[in-house]
């Protein structure tokens, strides 16, 4: 039983990086219909920021408080994720709004391949480990939590509740809504369209910069190719949560986390990620819009 | 300049001040964008931990350059396209009623001739050793993405089914022709079709649970089904040695002709002097022939029943139902066939490389072949190909690029930037043509006259 809450505690840590990028994912999809296939590296750029930023201030201010470095990294990371993206918006999706569906598709899968080839040539194609940040573990019987994944799972809750706020209680999430369900009729009535996208792109990033951080924080490691896995899962949890939903998306994170590590925990380790697409096209197999999607209404 | 003065309404110094102003807007994003990634550098130390240095330089040139571009962009380059855009909306279009050229009449058997005649052309222009790196890297090498994408298009293009894992069917081929090849010692000839077979068959597997999802569902389940079969390949290591891959994969034969130096090879049996361009230029054949079957049977398919059923699920499965097609049959078909080109590419790509490992069948691959059909504009087979002659012909023409080393010192590898050129190309080229190189197709059944569709008349991937 221990050994259960042992690895129900660890696919929580994890579910909620997972639920954090999906939440970018889901978003955008909501809004314009479209995959964001480079978000998985928008994540890879927020981790690279909060890996500079940490031996920025390691280097020139020594012995500074652990939770202020991780402050500091997680508002600069954020506001470099939210800049690019909001610059890859504008410069390779925004062009193809009105073209065909799979046109601002490759230009995504154009923009992942740029990132992660460009934080290798900028960076260096090895992986870039740093000392631990937080080393505080806590016993609690047989079960162990550290304290990163304490900072993980609260982090990711505040975030959530503040973001829940945003999208029902405030005019932004109004107009993203309604840019959600009617693009022409949003703008008719006075929402504007392109700077909502542009806040909804700028959102996603700054949630999978937080997701970078921890991730950062976590594993203690950065690679260029660190993007694409992650980001590929947590598009598996927003399709298996249902895409466009934001609750979905983060249940489907919870539920891919949790997966995983149970069965790396009573299972093969080798073989989880196929259990996490296999799990996946069950599913979908018998829900083909998702745990919490909304069903598409066919028209003709 | 003179562009920018003619325009009316519209003064010069205002350009000149709108240019600066965009100019400094840019050069402050780029700063932005590139203050931690370009301006410092994180590397190892001796002792393995993380140093940091300023390069504040480079971090400099980055922004001076983008500035600057952008000041000549809207300086010059954008009242230049606006005038060309006049200039074309004032003469009335009667490009279509233009009888086309002798080249663009001819321009498939024309290129058809010139590929089969490529092979001897380069021999006698370098010798055979000399030939090898363009045979095998511009001729082969394009050449099997041309058939890749070639069978991909029959799901993406015609069926409009958007498939993320398409390299898996690839793979598939590759293994059984690597495994069968090696374990029962099977022909090449023998296990073409059998790879084909199969790959079709884990086609139609894949095709069952897919067949009530729509658009992007299918496509994150595809992409899945691709990793899940490489995951395998990894993993299976008692069958598959897992990393390490299969190698020592027999040649393939020419009717029973190895290409070897044993007294019944190729070399021997003709008289001529041993040489591995032979085996090269036969393969150049080889895959040739087989992206020709692929184009035939497209092309055939299109005007078969199936085929217009195919196009027909594309524009509209609602409508597809109500006529009473079969769109169970329809969607595993174009999954099957689609796959099964895949497997024919992946025996023949395990018989030229002679080793077949996992490495070479992730994501980034079926993102390639995905992107050349769609930059080739979705459906027209020789868009398709020019996409593949441009994007796969351009980054092996990277690796060629050793001059480069002379310009930006000998520690420059171009290698390390081919991807990240492929990428932007793959971006700018959409942007640039979202329709592709090829925007418009002719219809397969057409009423009383044939006219040209605009690629923008028609959907796609709405599965």
């Known amino acids: ?300 | 300049m003179a562009n920018a003065i003619s325009e009316p309404g519209k003064a010069p110094a205002s350009l000149l001040g709108q240019a600066i102003k965009e100019a400094v807007f840019t050069g402050l994003l780029t700063f932005g964008l590139f203050l931690l990634y370009i301006g410092f550098k994180t590397d190892q130390d001796i002792s393995n931990a993380l140093i940091i240095y300023g390069r504040p330089g480079l971090l400099a040139i980055f922004v001076g350059i983008a500035a600057v571009g952008r000041f000549l962009m809207v300086l010059f380059v954008h009242p230049w396209a606006k005038a060309r855009k006049d200039a074309r909306a004032e003469v009335p279009v009667h490009d279509i009623e233009k009888s086309p050229s002798l080249f663009h009449k001819h321009f498939l058997k024309i290129a058809l001739v010139a590929l089969l005649l490529y092979p001897p052309v380069i021999v006698s222009i370098y010798g055979f050793q000399g030939s090898l790196k363009f045979v095998d890297n511009f001729g082969i090498q394009i050449l099997i993405y041309v058939m890749l994408a070639w069978g991909l298009n029959i799901v993406v293009g015609l069926a409009g089914l958007l498939d993320l894992g398409y390299v898996a069917f690839y793979a598939v081929g590759a293994y059984s022709y690597a495994l069968l090849s090696s374990h029962f010692g099977l022909s090449f000839w023998l296990l073409l079709p059998i790879s084909g077979i199969l790959a079709a068959f884990w086609g139609m597997i894949l095709g069952f649970p897919v067949l009530r999802l729509r658009g992007d569902y299918l496509a994150i389940v595809t992409l899945a089904f691709g990793e899940i079969i490489r995951l395998v390949l990894i993993n299976w290591t008692d069958v598959t040695q897992g990393t390490f891959g299969v190698s020592s994969i027999p040649k393939a034969t020419l009717f029973g002709i190895p290409f070897d130096a044993s007294p019944g090879g190729f070399a021997k049996m003709f008289g001529l002097p041993m040489s591995s361009a032979y085996y090269k230029i036969f393969l150049f054949y080889l895959i040739l022939a087989l992206c020709m079957v692929t184009a035939y049977v497209t092309i055939r398919l299109r005007r078969m029943p199936i085929g217009r059923a195919w196009e027909a699920l594309r524009e509209d499965e609602i409508a597809c139902r109500s006529l009473g097609i079969n769109t169970v049959t329809t969607k595993l078909t174009a999954f099957s066939i689609g796959a099964m080109f895949g497997g024919f590419a992946g025996s023949f790509f395990a018989a030229r490389q002679g080793f077949v490992s996992p490495e070479s069948f992730v994501f980034m691959e079926s993102a390639v072949i995905l992107a050349i059909v769609v930059l080739g504009g979705m459906g027209s087979l020789t868009g398709i190909a020019v996409a593949a002659i441009v994007m796969t012909g351009g980054t092996e023409l990277l690796r060629e690029m050793e001059f480069l080393k002379h310009i930006f010192g000998p520690d420059f590898t171009p290698e390390l930037y081919r991807m990240l050129i492929f990428g932007l190309a793959m971006v700018i080229v959409m942007i640039l043509k979202p329709r592709g190189f090829v925007g418009s197709r002719e219809p397969s059944a057409f009423l009383k006259e044939k006219k040209a569709v605009s690629g923008s008349f028609t959907k796609e991937g709405h599965g």
């Not at chain 1, 129900?8 to 970018?24: E, F, H, K, M």
């Not at chain 1, 891919?256 to 009573?266: P, T, V």
Request: no cysteine.
């Open chain 1, 1 to 300: 039983m221990d050994y259960f809450i042992q690895q129900l505690v660890n696919g929580l840590t994890l579910g909620s990086i997972y639920g954090l990028i999906a939440i970018g994912y889901t978003m955008v999809y909501g809004i314009i219909g479209m995959i964001n296939f480079a978000h998985g590296d928008i994540f890879m750029l927020g981790g690279f920021a909060a890996l500079i930023v940490f031996l920025l201030l390691t280097t020139l201010f020594a012995g500074v408080p652990v939770a202020l470095a991780l402050l500091v990294m997680l508002i600069v990371a954020m506001l470099m994720t939210s800049l690019w993206n909001w610059a890859i918006e504008r410069v390779a999706y925004r062009p193809l709004r009105g073209s065909f569906r799979l046109a601002p598709l490759i230009t995504a899968i154009g923009m992942s391949i740029v990132l992660s080839n460009f934080i290798q040539v900028a960076q260096g194609p090895r992986n870039k480990p740093i000392p631990p940040m937080i080393t505080d573990v806590y016993h609690f019987g047989e079960v162990t939590i550290q304290l990163k994944q304490i900072v993980i799972i609260i982090v990711t809750a505040v975030l959530l509740t503040l973001f829940w706020y945003i999208v029902n209680k405030t005019p932004l999430g109004r107009a993203q809504r309604a840019t959600e369900q009617d693009r022409k009729m949003a703008a008719l009535l006075g929402v504007d369209v392109d700077r909502t996208i542009s806040i909804t792109f700028v959102m996603g990033a700054a949630l999978a910069a937080v997701a970078g951080t921890m991730y950062l924080m976590y594993y203690g490691v950065a690679a260029f190719n660190d993007g694409f896995i992650p980001g590929v899962k947590a598009f598996t949890a927003a399709v298996l949560g249902g895409i466009g939903s934001l609750p979905g998306a983060v249940l489907g994170g919870l539920l891919i986390g949790l997966i995983e590590s149970l069965w790396s925990a009573y299972f093969t380790i080798a073989y989880k990620d196929v259990a996490t697409f296999g799990l996946l096209a069950f599913v979908l197999i018998f829900k083909p819009t998702g745990i919490l999607g909304r069903p598409e209404v066919e028209k003709v």
